[in-house]
């Protein structure tokens, strides 16, 4: 079965600073991986996904994730933080199965934004 | 695009009482998907729908919950009766595959509180 850790709760940066969300997944084959926001209040939007190709992929909002298939982990960076970006943030691990597509959701990690 | 529709958008309601939380697909998708979110449990798929028929619904809790898709373009979860230990946010998403893995849009969600 699918599985998706993300081992930080909570991550607490200052603006300006650079931002590493750490994700690490279980899964049998060559996982479809994705990072979504989630703003307070609001639904989940995503800001990028990993199928396949290059292992580094650009997002909205200046995110980007690297895949590592030999660490099983596809974590999300940003440069330069801004206050805006404070929001929860899940990695999620799809399944290509013939009975159609889940996702599986990490637990989430919190991210507060210090001015 | 309107994007995922969901209603009522917060609900209160006593424990015993009928729930039914409603959501509207984005026009086109073929795929739907029902989640719960607590800060216990995190992301939970319930239930999702291909082309409006149900396709797994191993994660709805108990014989309390059903989920229906009459047709593309609207979908209701019902909670009958209603107990405390489903207060949640219920989220509501469509994809626009039913094959493979593709991206799912959420729709804002439904906040229920059970007294």
């Known amino acids: 079965a699918q599985s998706v850790t993300q081992p930080d709760i909570h991550i607490t940066v200052s603006e300006g600073a650079s931002l590493e969300l750490r994700c690490n997944y279980s899964y049998g084959a060559t996982p479809y991986l994705f990072w979504y926001v989630q703003s307070p209040g609001q639904g989940l939007q995503l800001l990028l996904k990993?199928?396949?190709?290059?292992?580094l992929v650009q997002g909205i909002k200046g995110f980007e994730a690297e895949f590592k298939r030999s660490q099983s982990s596809f974590n999300l960076r940003k440069p330069s933080v801004h206050w805006s970006d404070a929001a929860e943030y899940f990695c999620a691990v799809g399944a290509k199965g013939a009975a159609g597509n889940k996702l599986t959701f990490g637990g989430g990690t919190r991210v507060l934004v210090k001015p | 695009d309107a994007g995922v529709i969901q209603s009522p958008r917060h609900e209160v309601t006593e424990m015993g009482q009928e729930v039914t939380l409603r959501c509207k697909p984005i026009?086109?998708?073929?795929?739907l998907f029902w989640y719960r979110q607590t800060m216990m449990r995190g992301l939970e798929l319930l239930i999702y729908f291909n082309n409006n028929v149900p396709i797994d619904d191993s994660g709805m809790p108990e014989d309390r919950f059903s989920a229906k898709m009459p047709n593309a373009s609207f979908s209701t979860l019902k909670i009958q009766p209603s107990e405390p230990r489903d207060s949640a946010v219920y989220f509501c998403?469509?994809?626009?595959?039913?094959?493979?893995?593709?991206?799912?849009?959420f729709g804002p969600g439904t906040r229920l509180t059970v007294l």
């Open positions: 998403a469509s994809s626009p595959r039913t094959e493979g893995t593709s991206i799912l849009f």
């Open positions: 990993y199928f396949s190709g290059d292992t």
């Open positions: 026009s086109g998708h073929n795929s």
